[in-house]
């Protein structure tokens, strides 16, 4: 492992050589959403200092990129709200100052202590959260079929159809679909799950990732999303108000993503005050409306900064009952993790 | 040493370590990687042929390896079938004066971005895209078919790209002929046919096999193409490489993957050293 580590090191090294990390400077390992230059630079004027950012996909991703790093590289990290625990057992976090930041006006059902805190230790907070559902195009598919996950994947919309690329969301649908709680998936359920997923994958036109499954929705290629949401449409509201997104009765997944101060972090004052700006009324109101995607904020008081209209697009209002609708992402552990991605990767393969 | 022998050290040492560093340590490295495993999170040195065990047992692995083949093989026969005449028609049917702007029209496709160029083949093949609306407009099809997100719009993301290479390696040997060949084929007798299969043919295969290589190398590497007009709807071994990589940090799988992938290469090598000609590139 040692000899693994600095290999890896010296690669990501040589990776970083062209980046000059200095005192001042804030370095953030993030989503694309904290890419916006309207949500950074507000902080950086405040604090005169630069905030580096780099983007991932996939919290293994991270977890690879910090272990390649050398201690103090990162210090700030964004990370899915289920796998806080995962960045944890790690070592990649570092406890939150106690008291640094509030979760008193953030909407209940997402404060998510258990998932941020690993024996009574608090190491993230949530900051904002979504849904990974149904994405369509009212004006070619009957809104009413968008209301069942039997309706959805049904061979009505053969062919019309893309899967967002990502196993974990998409299979707790296929759970949902087959009356499964995301939470108790076990690999006794795999069996019942792969059916679903075969269903699907047999009807879909393709396996999109943020970008392809919003360009296949926006151009005609595909009149639905699953798996989508309004993340996945909402940036595209003000051109083509016929895209949107519905939670079937049968329920959805809930995504949510969580920030922390990396372990080591060179500037781990600086870490919290970004922590406390992203979680703050303004800060959540603008990751809320990133133009990379937008989503819920985590904290309730954003409300009052955010516009009606933008208000009206994330659907304020119904919040409590896409709440009480909605299931967590599923948090399989190493092993299952494993088949999970085994069964999916068999998937698309088919 | 003699002096010369100095010198020639001299000029040779710097292109070798560039390639010890970059080519033999890095493959050195890969291949120590594919006979380790990860358990957890955890990278295990414990040298084993596991990884590559996993190449047979999963389906989805072996069936990526096929895919890859597949698609590989097929941009590469009909680049070699679409480029071969157009070479021919650079070379020997297009007046000096205008082969400089045929070559260069012929090397166009290179100037733009390879991934802006696969989004618009997306935007050019998909449902309200320009091929659906052309086909049912002149009444061919009633309603727009699939195109974009298949297999079909990979090879054609390809082969728009790989033609252009073959054109290029194959006009480079076709113009090195000297029509005297032709002309002592047509003199003993022999057709056009004839001359082109039993003459020509032969004498052109290394540009062929050379362009065909070059191309084989490229397809069955690249990532890009088959990410943005695949869709997703098969995968190929770059493509199952970038999830081991990025949604398991698994480097000792998607290195016994890369140690497949260099020995197809290999092997694709060794079949066609015969004629293989990369000096004349």
């Given at each position: 492992m040692q000899i693994g580590r600095k290999i890896l090191g010296a690669s990501a090294l040589a990776l970083m050589a062209?980046?000059?990390?200095?005192?001042g400077e804030l370095n953030a390992l993030v989503w694309c959403d904290h890419t916006d230059p309207e949500l950074i630079a507000p902080f950086e004027a405040k604090h005169n200092v630069k905030v580096n950012l780099r983007e991932y996909e996939g919290t293994g991703a991270a977890l690879a990129l910090l272990e390649q790093s050398r201690p103090g590289d990162w210090d700030v990290l964004v990370v899915d709200g289920i796998d806080v625990f995962r960045a944890v057992e790690a070592g990649v976090l570092a406890p939150l100052p106690e008291g640094a930041v509030s979760t008193a006006d953030y909407f209940p059902e997402v404060v998510m202590a258990e998932n941020n805190t690993v024996d009574g230790v608090t190491y993230a907070v949530t900051e904002k959260f979504g849904y990974n559902t149904i994405s369509y195009n009212s004006a070619k598919v009957d809104?009413?079929?968008?209301?069942?996950l039997s309706t959805?994947?049904?061979?009505?919309y053969d062919g019309r159809i893309s899967i967002y690329d990502y196993y974990l969301p998409v299979m707790g649908l296929a759970a949902i679909a087959e009356g499964i709680a995301t939470d108790a998936i076990?690999?006794?359920?795999l069996a019942k799950i792969d059916g679903v997923l075969s269903t699907m994958r047999s009807r879909a036109a393709s396996v999109a990732g943020v970008v392809a499954a919003q360009t296949a929705l926006a151009t005609g290629e595909v009149d639905i999303v699953v798996g989508g949401g309004e993340w996945l449409t909402a940036v595209l509201a003000s051109e083509q108000p016929e895209l949107t997104w519905t939670i079937p009765k049968e329920g959805a997944v809930r995504w949510a993503q969580s920030i922390g101060v990396v372990e080591g972090a060179s500037n781990p004052d600086l870490a919290v005050e970004f922590i406390k700006y992203i979680t703050s009324p303004e800060g959540q109101a603008r990751l809320a409306t990133s133009s990379c995607f937008w989503g819920m904020p985590a904290n309730a008081k954003a409300g009052d900064v955010l516009t009606d209209v933008q208000k009206d697009i994330l659907r304020w209002d119904q919040q409590p009952d896409y709440l009480a609708l909605t299931q967590l992402y599923p948090a399989p552990d190493a092993d299952l993790d494993i088949e999970m991605q085994d069964l999916w990767l068999e998937t698309l393969q088919q | 040493m003699s002096k010369d022998q100095v010198r020639g050290w001299g000029f040779v040492t710097p292109a070798l370590l560039w390639t010890i560093a970059f080519f033999i340590v890095p493959f050195v490295v890969m291949g120590a990687m594919s006979l380790a495993s990860l358990e957890g999170r955890t990278l295990v040195?414990?040298?084993?042929?596991a990884n590559y065990a996993k190449l047979l047992e999963k389906k989805y692995l072996w069936r990526a390896i096929l895919v890859s083949l597949e698609i590989t093989l097929t941009v590469t026969v009909i680049s070699v079938v679409l480029a071969y005449p157009l070479a021919w028609i650079i070379a020997f049917r297009v007046s000096p004066r205008w082969q400089r702007l045929a070559l260069l029209l012929a090397i166009?496709?290179?100037?733009?971005?390879y991934v802006v160029r696969s989004y618009a083949w997306l935007l050019v093949l998909a449902r309200e895209g320009v091929v659906n609306e052309t086909l049912m407009w002149i009444g061919a099809i009633a309603e727009p078919i699939t195109l974009a997100n298949t297999r079909f719009a990979t090879v054609t993301g390809f082969v728009h790209f790989f033609v252009m290479l073959l054109t290029l390696t194959i006009y480079a040997n076709l113009i090195q002929l000297s029509p005297n060949y032709r002309r002592a084929a047509m003199d003993l007798g022999a057709n056009a046919f004839q001359t082109f299969r039993h003459v020509i043919l032969p004498l052109t295969l290394p540009g062929i096999v050379t362009g065909a290589f070059l191309t084989f190398v490229l397809c069955i590497g690249d990532y890009v193409t088959p990410q943005i007009l695949g869709g997703n709807t098969e995968l190929t071994v770059p493509q199952v490489i970038m999830v081991q990589l990025g949604r398991r940090a698994d480097f000792p799988l998607a290195s016994a993957l890369a140690i497949v992938l260099m020995s197809i290469v290999a092997l694709a090598y060794l079949l066609s050293a015969r004629w293989l000609r990369l000096d004349r590139l």
């Amino acid at each position: 492992m040692q000899i693994g580590r600095k290999i890896l090191g010296a690669s990501a090294l040589a990776l970083m050589a062209g980046t000059a990390w200095a005192e001042g400077e804030l370095n953030a390992l993030v989503w694309c959403d904290h890419t916006d230059p309207e949500l950074i630079a507000p902080f950086e004027a405040k604090h005169n200092v630069k905030v580096n950012l780099r983007e991932y996909e996939g919290t293994g991703a991270a977890l690879a990129l910090l272990e390649q790093s050398r201690p103090g590289d990162w210090d700030v990290l964004v990370v899915d709200g289920i796998d806080v625990f995962r960045a944890v057992e790690a070592g990649v976090l570092a406890p939150l100052p106690e008291g640094a930041v509030s979760t008193a006006d953030y909407f209940p059902e997402v404060v998510m202590a258990e998932n941020n805190t690993v024996d009574g230790v608090t190491y993230a907070v949530t900051e904002k959260f979504g849904y990974n559902t149904i994405s369509y195009n009212s004006a070619k598919v009957d809104p009413a079929d968008m209301e069942s996950l039997s309706t959805v994947w049904s061979e009505k919309y053969d062919g019309r159809i893309s899967i967002y690329d990502y196993y974990l969301p998409v299979m707790g649908l296929a759970a949902i679909a087959e009356g499964i709680a995301t939470d108790a998936i076990g690999a006794g359920d795999l069996a019942k799950i792969d059916g679903v997923l075969s269903t699907m994958r047999s009807r879909a036109a393709s396996v999109a990732g943020v970008v392809a499954a919003q360009t296949a929705l926006a151009t005609g290629e595909v009149d639905i999303v699953v798996g989508g949401g309004e993340w996945l449409t909402a940036v595209l509201a003000s051109e083509q108000p016929e895209l949107t997104w519905t939670i079937p009765k049968e329920g959805a997944v809930r995504w949510a993503q969580s920030i922390g101060v990396v372990e080591g972090a060179s500037n781990p004052d600086l870490a919290v005050e970004f922590i406390k700006y992203i979680t703050s009324p303004e800060g959540q109101a603008r990751l809320a409306t990133s133009s990379c995607f937008w989503g819920m904020p985590a904290n309730a008081k954003a409300g009052d900064v955010l516009t009606d209209v933008q208000k009206d697009i994330l659907r304020w209002d119904q919040q409590p009952d896409y709440l009480a609708l909605t299931q967590l992402y599923p948090a399989p552990d190493a092993d299952l993790d494993i088949e999970m991605q085994d069964l999916w990767l068999e998937t698309l393969q088919q | 040493m003699s002096k010369d022998q100095v010198r020639g050290w001299g000029f040779v040492t710097p292109a070798l370590l560039w390639t010890i560093a970059f080519f033999i340590v890095p493959f050195v490295v890969m291949g120590a990687m594919s006979l380790a495993s990860l358990e957890g999170r955890t990278l295990v040195w414990d040298l084993s042929l596991a990884n590559y065990a996993k190449l047979l047992e999963k389906k989805y692995l072996w069936r990526a390896i096929l895919v890859s083949l597949e698609i590989t093989l097929t941009v590469t026969v009909i680049s070699v079938v679409l480029a071969y005449p157009l070479a021919w028609i650079i070379a020997f049917r297009v007046s000096p004066r205008w082969q400089r702007l045929a070559l260069l029209l012929a090397i166009l496709p290179f100037w733009t971005s390879y991934v802006v160029r696969s989004y618009a083949w997306l935007l050019v093949l998909a449902r309200e895209g320009v091929v659906n609306e052309t086909l049912m407009w002149i009444g061919a099809i009633a309603e727009p078919i699939t195109l974009a997100n298949t297999r079909f719009a990979t090879v054609t993301g390809f082969v728009h790209f790989f033609v252009m290479l073959l054109t290029l390696t194959i006009y480079a040997n076709l113009i090195q002929l000297s029509p005297n060949y032709r002309r002592a084929a047509m003199d003993l007798g022999a057709n056009a046919f004839q001359t082109f299969r039993h003459v020509i043919l032969p004498l052109t295969l290394p540009g062929i096999v050379t362009g065909a290589f070059l191309t084989f190398v490229l397809c069955i590497g690249d990532y890009v193409t088959p990410q943005i007009l695949g869709g997703n709807t098969e995968l190929t071994v770059p493509q199952v490489i970038m999830v081991q990589l990025g949604r398991r940090a698994d480097f000792p799988l998607a290195s016994a993957l890369a140690i497949v992938l260099m020995s197809i290469v290999a092997l694709a090598y060794l079949l066609s050293a015969r004629w293989l000609r990369l000096d004349r590139l």
